[in-house]
């Protein structure tokens, strides 16, 4: 069968295992899983099946459980189940219930391998998954790693169907009559990577019907540059890091005849988190007076007369950890309080600065609520400029040592939509035109945040003057 062949010669191409290694098959039971574990036993592949049960839709996961346990019975193949109380583990860690079935999952699924000794976890992933990841990042802003997408292998775990298309899987799983579970929220286009996969894509395809082809080969040519990025930035970190008392020198001669000075700059820098816009700004100074700081949150480089000085920062504030917010969610923990959400028709809305009012068909899935970022700005309320956020936190007389503490809600296009307790975004008001209105309100939060001589909320919930 040509497509088997297809198949072996895609994982002897991409090393991504040997003939008689144990493989375990994550599968949730939809239908690109189901094909890849059919295609394994077609191929007489080692393999087990493991499935995670997150608890998080009720009868449905019940049933998707029922489904893949069945599924590896037909197949004898031995079959790993894990249930996991998602929600609670969220709650307890800050995070959102996707990160936390992320981290859960991945967890698991190296537990099992380790201990039943297989030597790689098969994820189903295919040619439109790693087109809505490309897509997704370059929304956002990326570099080069993320125009490559979704490799074929990445340590332990590989992507066998990387080869196929999302209408090679449907057509196949139709030709197999295949069963299959699916689920409900994939067809929500809430989220940003359903609203590429249902609305983006299929008006790409009308310009280009190989599109997946094009994306396989684009990503390949990005992948083979990154490759080449990074042995140069290797070879440059050599010779410009100069190691003393745990603080690497940068001389500045040799930063400025660096060519591009902006990409090798940044590559060079961010291992140490430091964003693109502050590598832009640190540029810029590069001819003024020395003794000007740029920080990443975890680094500091000073400039100074001959050189960069990098060192890691002791002492600071954590901040706001990255919590994604969903569409279903009402409410979300923070380190020093809660943000409470909810969704209305009616466009009425209280001057608080507490709460913003939001267009809720504005929102793109999943939000990040998160401490401040070098190189943030945003458009406040009733400007039509963009403000830089460290120049409003001077403007407002927001106390250093709360400036890390104060959350910024972002929309999934990476635009500010509310900096909380002060101003939310002049792009994401009410309008004549709004019909659906989201609403996120603070609550007991411990910080006090100065805004015209208003306290936001003690510890007891009541307000202080």
Known sequence: MILLQNLESYIRKHALFQAGDKILLAVSGGKDSVLMAHLFKLSGFNFGIAH?????????SQRDEAFVKMLAASMDVPFHLVHFQ???????????????????????????????????????????????????????????????????????????????????????????????VEDSSNKSTDYVRNKLRLKVIPYLKEM?????????????????TELVL???????????????????????????????????????????????????ELIASLNKQSGTSFYSNSHRIVVDRASLILSSRSGGQPGLSHQLI??????????????????????????????????????????????????DRFKPMGMKSFKKLSDFFIDEKVPLSHKDEVPILVNGNGEVIWVAGLRQDNRYRLTEGTKNVTIFELKHLLITIPKQNKTVADKDGTKKP
């Open 208 to 224: 280009n019907p190989n599109l997946e082809l094009t994306f396989e080969n684009n990503m390949q040519r990005f992948a083979e």
């Open 52 to 60: 995670c049960n997150f608890n998080l839709r009720g009868a449905e």
């Open 326 to 375: 969903h569409p279903q969610d009402e409410l979300v923990d923070l380190q020093a309080g809660r943000l409470l959400i909810s969704r209305s028709t009616h466009t009425g809305f209280e001057p608080n600065p507490d709460k913003a009012y939001v267009d809720g068909d504005k929102l793109l899935y999943p939000l990040v609520l998160r401490s401040r970022e070098p190189g």
């Open 86 to 180: 998602t929600k609670a583990y969220a709650a307890r860690h800050k995070v959102s219930t996707q990160m936390a079935a992320r981290t859960l999952r991945y967890q698991w699924f190296e537990e099992v391998r380790l201990a039943q000794g297989y030597k790689a976890i098969a994820l189903a992933q295919h040619q439109n998954d790693a087109i809505e990841t490309v897509l997704l990042n370059l929304v956002r802003g990326t570099g080069i790693a993320g125009m490559h997408g979704i490799l074929p292998k990445r340590g332990w775990l590989i992507r066998p169907l990387l080869f196929l298309s999302g209408e090679d899987i449907a057509a196949l799983v139709k030709s197999f009559e295949l069963d299959y």
């Open 230 to 280: 990074q042995t140069t930035v290797a070879a440059l970190k050599k010779k410009l890091f100069a190691e003393k008392e745990g603080k690497y020198y940068l001389a500045l001669t040799k930063v400025k005849e660096l060519k591009p000075q902006r990409l090798l700059l940044f590559e060079l820098l961010r291992p140490f988190n430091f964003t693109e816009s502050v590598v832009d």
